[in-house]
């Protein structure tokens, strides 16, 4: 039994069949990414409410937030899926956490840029110690840390292996220093005022949130099996199916 | 297995004890640091006392970063590493007793070290022997946190720059508490909350270091 | 509402606009990069392929 199962896993993680499985998965991924968010978008910034606090500026909420989310969602990914490639052997899960990195990265760094560009007219400058911006701050140091391991060590093996022990570790700690950030906050709060958190929200500004985080979600599906048909070729680039591939080019 | 612990702790002590002046560079780097501040900005009381926490953890941090180094570095570069993980003892055992002896040669001497730092920045005694206490209850935090990172960063050339980006960030919920309990013992409050969460992580980190470190070393050494 | 007020976001053109141009932006360097990746990956397998033949391994 479970070794029909263990079989089965290893026939459908292997990066010959994930290349050819995934060439069909991506334009779905893409394409439900797009209307999804084009809706979201047109739900966002013609139909939500004004805010009656914030005016005009809290559309940004629906970028900010869902790039948040993602940012740490994909922290989420790598490490499990470097936990299962170091764990079980697997080495599409490698390339996984591989190729999910870079992404994940962008995340965090739209999250930054739009909630500091958010901030400006809510607290009158572009960077405050908010306990999420800084939260968001540290979460993109360990994507910079996971890359710069990852791209240090020469052998393509003991980089992954290594590179995703320290994503495990990393999340071990996102919720500590998620946590201790807060705290702290609480502590050196003055003027400032956490406006990022609404208790209660407004349907019609909560539908194209969700929606939007669902796009982002699609989005992220298509570029991570872009990503990993690249890491595929490449790693595979001595083995005969990526040589018969390239031949028929 | 208690034995081997040991062994390689007293081993590890003594041949650190052999180039001494090595030993006391992490800890004048230390004062030096702290030395800065008081330059660079003003030598009041009332500034020293403000920034005294978080330059003295900050520093203390970066004292701890600049040792860890010597954690597996030098038996990484002479082979006895690869040794060590063919002992039949467990290698989380092995690598305690590593983190140990670093702590004993690095974190202890900070903690000695820090009244006279506390006496630099002009801070009161009920806060010193908190930043005493922190510094005891977080400095084996950053020796067990920091032994992941090396072993992950050992086999790279010139990892340094590298092991402190990896290791900076997951530093930071010490450095938070260990210098809020210093700022708050100088505002005469109860600091056990922060002493509290600096003993569980603490728990937390001897539990899961030493494996992370185990595997890590495992890692290392199978390129 | 119309198309000028919509683009005058209540003053807050600027900043609303931004983060919507870098997000733009960045997805579209989420697209763009890993394509020039695959460029590059498939080029430098051709090459080595090229090589192997010439030198008959």
């Known amino acids: 039994m479970f070794k029909s199962i263990w079989r089965w896993i290893q026939r459908f993680s292997s990066p010959k069949y994930f290349y050819e499985m995934s060439a069909k998965l991506i334009p779905w991924f893409a394409v439900s990414a797009l209307v999804i968010g084009v809706y979201g978008l047109y739900l966002g910034l013609f139909v939500a409410p004004t805010d009656y606090?914030?005016?005009?500026?809290?559309?940004?909420?629906?970028?900010?937030?869902?790039?948040?989310?993602?940012?740490?969602?994909?922290?989420?990914?790598?490490?499990?899926?470097?936990?299962?490639?170091?764990?079980?052997?697997?080495?599409?899960a490698d390339m996984v956490a591989a190729a999910s990195a870079p992404i994940g990265a962008s995340f965090a760094f739209l999250a930054l840029v739009t909630g500091s560009l958010w901030g400006k007219p809510m607290w009158g400058a572009y960077w405050v110690w908010d306990a999420r911006l800084t939260s968001e701050l540290i979460l993109l140091f360990l994507y910079f840390g996971y890359m710069a391991l990852q791209s240090a060590i020469d052998d393509q093996r003991s980089a992954d292996k290594a590179s995703g022990l320290l994503a495990i570790v990393g999340v071990v700690n996102i919720p500590i220093i998620h946590y201790s950030v807060e705290w702290w906050n609480t502590l050196h709060q003055g003027a400032t005022v956490a406006k990022f958190d609404k208790p209660s929200m407004h349907i019609d500004m909560l539908i194209p949130l969700l929606l939007m985080a669902v796009a982002f979600k699609l989005f992220y599906a298509a570029i991570v099996l872009i990503r990993t048909r690249n890491e595929a070729l490449y790693r595979d680039r001595n083995r005969r199916w990526v040589r018969e591939l390239i031949e028929k080019l | 297995?208690?034995?081997?612990?040991?062994?390689?702790?007293?081993?590890?002590?003594?041949?650190?004890?052999?180039?001494?002046?090595?030993?006391?560079?992490?800890?004048?780097?230390?004062?030096?640091?702290?030395?800065?501040?008081?330059?660079?900005?003003?030598?009041?009381?009332?500034?020293?006392?403000?920034?005294?926490?978080?330059?003295?953890?900050v520093s203390a941090l970066l004292a701890v970063l600049l040792s860890l180094d010597r954690l597996f570095k030098q038996d990484y570069d002479d082979g006895s590493l690869d040794q060590l993980m063919l002992s039949p003892n467990p290698l989380v055992i092995l690598v305690l007793a590593k983190v140990t002896a670093h702590w004993f040669l690095t974190g202890l001497p900070l903690v000695i070290m820090a009244p006279l730092l506390g006496m630099f920045m002009a801070l009161p005694?009920?806060?010193?022997?908190?930043?005493?206490?922190?510094?005891?209850?977080?400095?084996?935090?950053?020796?067990?946190?920091?032994?992941?990172?090396?072993?992950?960063?050992?086999?790279?050339?010139?990892?340094?720059?590298?092991?402190?980006?990896?290791?900076?960030?997951?530093?930071?919920?010490?450095?938070?508490?260990?210098?809020?309990?210093?700022?708050?013992?100088?505002?005469?409050?109860?600091?056990r909350g922060q002493l509290l969460f600096l003993g569980a992580v603490l728990a937390l980190a001897l539990s899961l270091a030493p494996l992370a470190t185990a595997v890590a070393l495992r890692i290392t050494a199978s390129r | 509402m119309n198309w000028s007020e919509f683009f005058h976001m209540g003053g807050y053109a600027f900043f609303v606009w931004t983060s919507y141009g870098l997000t733009l932006i960045v997805v579209l360097m989420n697209i763009v990069s890993p394509m020039l990746q695959r460029k590059k990956i498939i080029a430098r397998i051709k090459r080595t392929i090229k090589r192997e033949k010439l030198t008959g391994s």
Not at chain 1, 53 to 81: C, D, K, N, T
């Open chain 1, 53 to 92: 606090q914030q005016g005009e500026s809290y559309r940004i909420i629906f970028i900010h937030v869902p790039a948040a989310w993602m940012s740490l969602f994909i922290y989420m990914v790598m490490a499990i899926s470097a936990g299962i490639g170091i764990i079980w052997q697997i080495r599409l």
């Open chain 2, 1 to 57: 297995m208690l034995k081997a612990y040991y062994h390689l702790l007293f081993r590890d002590l003594r041949l650190a004890f052999r180039n001494r002046h090595e030993l006391a560079n992490p800890l004048i780097f230390f004062v030096l640091v702290v030395t800065l501040f008081p330059l660079a900005v003003t030598p009041t009381t009332e500034a020293l006392r403000a920034m005294a926490p978080g330059v003295i953890w």
């Open chain 2, 125 to 191: 005694d009920e806060a010193i022997s908190v930043l005493i206490y922190s510094l005891l209850l977080g400095t084996p935090i950053l020796s067990l946190i920091g032994a992941i990172g090396v072993s992950l960063t050992v086999s790279v050339n010139r990892g340094g720059v590298l092991l402190s980006l990896i290791v900076l960030p997951l530093y930071i919920p010490v450095l938070i508490f260990g210098a809020n309990a210093v700022d708050v013992a100088m505002n005469g409050l109860s600091v």
